[in-house]
């Protein structure tokens, strides 16, 4: 086979056959492939997409390049995973409230992609947090407290880890089935029985439209049902960013006051919510009223925020960053932006603020650049609110590079507003399964 035809039969609206799409994908992995090359492929699958067979067997592909774990003597293990978004921490206060009501979690997440941020990245905010256990370290952390956060290790869907950084670096994010393969390649190596998707909409997300998030739900959906895998979907609003903080150590602060109690009202909603649906397919509760009185209990008891230490501490970080998070890593300088006039904010351009953020340094513009842990946005206001003039409406942490004055300004052009009232936005638009 030669890979240029098959570059070009993608580009020019053909099919793939199984063993075409295997061969692209293992010789990727194993380094027979150039990036250029596997790079034209994905614009080209951008542009004319995959029907449902090409993106299972792309799926399947994928996972084959690796191993897949055996969960089973675990009991029933649900993963979780977001589609992506600005300011989604989702997964730091789901991931501890859900093993401390006893469900194993053993999630493997991601780096930024885009415009948006990853659990990994934000994680290492954490000073001596490790992204990378080995198979065995990460069996026998599950085996003593009940939950692992961590990077996807070299032998899980190896060609996933591959392909998702050069689709970061080469405008190859958004498209269904690259997006469905690559969550769901990861979810079944990983070996869960069961997987709640918070599939974003809206500006700050890889989907824009309601239709467009339904479709990836369904394709995922249908995929998991291949691998006897149950997938639930929630779809949920991005249209501006989740909770207040933009940017991975401010991010981490956030979900840490979450676990305190003290989170923003989105995050915590989206969290519960996630948080019940993971037990009840865990058959940890009967029904989802049943999982939220859990989840609710393990949020006032303090044993959601317990297990986060007990997370950190395992994989090696700073415990002291959980337990004040004020030294977790700040950046030099912090620029407040205030309000011209009184007035409601509008709209907050999701994904404006999350690319001023990868201006900042908090995501990545080439593969494998260094992030800066310490930089980001703080929201004071969310669509909806009233902001008095000169009140901050939100803060800009930067390094002091001259370029952060670009960042500022796109965070401050990002807010739109409205002297009339404005509602605030919906947060849960829709549920598949
Ligand atoms: N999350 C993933 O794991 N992969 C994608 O392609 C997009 C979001």
Known sequence: MRTVELVERKRDGGRL???????????????????????????AVVWRGMDMR??????????ATGERLDLRRFGRVVD??????VGDKTTLVVAPLVAACGLPVAKMSGRGLGFSGGTLDKLESIAGYRVDLSTAEFLAQLERIGIVLTGQTA????????????????????SIPLIASSIMSKKIAAGANAVVLDVKVGSGAFMKTLAEARSLARTMVAIGKAH????RCELTDME????????NSLEVAEAIATLRGDGPPD???LARLAGAEMLVLGGKARDRAAALRRIDRALADGSGLAKLHELVVAQGGDPRMVDEPSRLPRAPHVETLKATRTAYVKRIAADEVGLASVRLGAGRETKGQAIDHRTGIVLHAKVGDRVERGAPFAEVHHSGRPADAEAIEQVRAAFAWSAGKVGPRRLVLGRIS
């Open 17 to 43: 056959t199984s063993d075409e799409i295997a061969f692209l994908i293992a010789g990727y992995t194993k380094g027979e492939i150039p990036d250029y090359q596997m790079a034209a492929f994905c614009m």
């Open 54 to 63: 090409e993106t299972a067997d792309l799926t399947a592909a994928m996972v």
């Open 80 to 85: 979780k995973h977001s589609t992506g978004g």
């Open 155 to 174: 032998d899980l869907a190896p060609a996933d880890g591959k392909i998702y950084a050069l689709r970061d670096t080469t405008g190859t994010v958004p």
């Open 228 to 231: 006897r895998l149950a997938v």
């Open 240 to 247: 501006q960013p989740l909770g207040r903080a933009v940017g």
């Open 267 to 269: 995050l915590l909603l």
